[in-house]
């Protein structure tokens, strides 16, 4: 059974609208992450939370909103969306944000925008 | 320009063969290492960790890292169809502002044959 859970899968949004992607993580950890992955770029670092608090935002833009309403939990709201904006949301979460945790990854939320 | 770079970029060995998968980091600020696999449709799974000089052996599976040329390498002895996917090498820097953040190379695919 997966032990981070992404919602949805798939799913397919209009330019200018706004989407919301759900993760929860059942492994007991204290620090959760997302992490974008396009046909363009490697995979990259968003944000990094612990204890529901946010540690580190490297996106440049603010329509990426990250919301974490339970320790488990980590939502990622997007608005304003734009076809840049294509690509797999991976959530992933460690036991602590020290520099030498493993992360362990959610099986992704590939978005399109149209 | 990438600070982890990977090579080759695809490679096709037989069933039984040996895979050999490169990365070099261009930070010498990096000091801990991983190896994630991804299948198709899946997220990236951690293989393994190094994070001191040398060699680290898991199984089938062998990672050699070389601090001084910033140059670490993966091993798959054996190989089986089941390896056929994309590897990654992710590495971090210990001393960073940015908490839990990864950074990933491109990619090696990887296609074992019958």
């Known amino acids: 059974d997966p032990k981070i859970i992404q919602k949805p899968k798939y799913l397919v949004a209009v330019t200018g609208s706004e989407k919301i992607l759900i993760c929860e993580q059942y492994?007991?950890?204290?620090?959760m992450y997302w992490y974008r992955q396009s046909a363009k770029k490697p995979l990259e670092f968003m944000f990094s939370?612990?204890?529901?608090?946010?540690?580190d935002n490297q996106t440049a833009s603010s329509r990426f909103q990250p919301q974490s309403s339970k320790k488990n939990h980590l939502d990622l709201q997007i608005t304003a969306l734009k076809p840049d904006d294509s690509a797999t949301y991976f959530c992933?979460?460690?036991?602590?944000?020290?520099?030498?945790?493993?992360?362990?990854f959610g099986e992704g939320s590939r978005l399109i925008v149209v | 320009q990438q600070k982890v770079q990977q090579s080759p970029e695809s490679l096709s060995v037989p069933e039984g063969g040996m895979a050999s998968l490169n990365c070099t980091s261009s930070?010498?600020?990096?000091?801990y290492f991983w190896w994630y696999r991804q299948h198709s449709g899946e997220g990236p799974k951690a293989l393994m960790?190094?994070?001191?000089?040398g060699d680290k052996k898991e199984g089938r599976f062998t990672a050699h890292l070389n601090k001084a040329s910033l140059h670490v390498s993966l091993h798959i002895r054996d190989s089986q169809p089941s390896d056929s996917a994309l590897y990654f090498c992710?590495?971090?820097?210990?001393?960073?502002?940015?908490?839990?953040?990864?950074?990933f190379g491109r990619g090696t695919r990887l296609q074992v044959y019958a």
């Open positions: 992933a979460s460690s036991p602590r944000t020290l520099s030498g945790n493993t992360l362990y």
């Open positions: 492994l007991g950890h204290n620090a």
């Open positions: 939370y612990s204890y529901q608090k946010l540690m």
């Open positions: 930070d010498r600020n990096f000091q």
């Open positions: 960790s190094i994070f001191s000089d």
């Open positions: 992710a590495a971090s820097d210990p001393g960073t502002q940015v908490v839990g953040q990864l950074t």
